[in-house]
């Protein structure tokens, strides 16, 4: 049993990790067979540190040219950030090509809104939300103050410019008037693209 590890906004093509390996057939694990290998940690948790857990670790070439990996510590609610360079010190991986697009799973997100919570403070409220409007996906923006709504704004794609001043405005003067809003952002499937450093083990 291996370890393969692949950046997170990829999954493994098991036509071709069957090459890497040079295996006739292969399957991903299920999480329950995996319990005897880390009985200290949480299910679909496992650090990809193979060594520790007698494994072979095989990376993902579009991983390993990155700077820094993120990584799951056993549980979670813990991550490890190192430079891939450290990773590859302890876990002696095998790079290979054998991840793909998710294409179905970016499809399910893109349907699935999300949403983004945050307290309200001071003047930097109104840029903060100028900023995530700007970043995309944004679909509404709902001013809550003790738990109930005060004000809700359905945003449309292209809700930028001069359309959206008069929201920011009207939002900005609910946040002074009233204090210790909270601020709930409706976001359409996944978030916006980050550099790639996180990453999952299968």
């Known amino acids: 049993?291996?370890?393969?590890?692949?950046?997170?906004?990829?999954?493994?093509?098991?036509?071709?990790?069957?090459?890497?390996?040079g295996a006739t057939s292969i399957r991903l694990a299920d999480e329950d067979e995996l319990r005897w290998l880390y009985p200290d940690g949480e299910r679909?948790?496992?650090?990809?540190?193979?060594?520790?857990?007698?494994?072979?670790?095989?990376?993902?070439?579009?991983?390993?040219?990155?700077?820094?990996?993120?990584?799951?510590?056993?549980?979670?609610?813990?991550?490890v950030s190192t430079r891939y360079h450290d990773f590859a010190a302890i876990a002696h991986p095998i790079v290979g090509r054998f991840a793909r697009r998710a294409r179905e799973r970016r499809r399910v997100m893109a349907d699935t809104p999300r949403w983004e919570s945050f307290k309200a403070e001071g003047d930097q409220i109104v840029e903060k939300l100028r900023q995530l409007i700007h970043e995309g996906n944004v679909r509404r923006v709902v001013v809550e103050h003790d738990g109930r709504t005060v004000a809700e704004f359905p945003l449309t794609t292209g809700f930028v410019g001069v359309l959206?001043?008069?929201?920011?405005?009207?939002?900005?003067?609910?946040v002074a008037m009233m204090k210790d809003c909270t601020i709930?952002?409706?976001?359409?499937?996944?978030?916006?693209?980050?550099?790639?450093?996180?990453?999952?083990?299968?």
């Open 184 to 202: 709930q952002v409706e976001r359409a499937g996944a978030a916006p693209a980050r550099p790639k450093e996180t990453v999952h083990a299968v």
């Open 1 to 21: 049993m291996n370890a393969h590890v692949v950046s997170a906004d990829l999954e493994v093509d098991l036509d071709r990790l069957a090459v890497v390996v």
């Open 44 to 79: 679909g948790a496992m650090p990809p540190l193979g060594p520790l857990y007698k494994q072979m670790v095989y990376v993902d070439e579009a991983l390993a040219a990155e700077e820094r990996i993120v990584f799951n510590a056993g549980t979670h609610g813990d991550a």
């Open 164 to 174: 959206l001043a008069p929201v920011l405005a009207a939002i900005g003067v609910l």
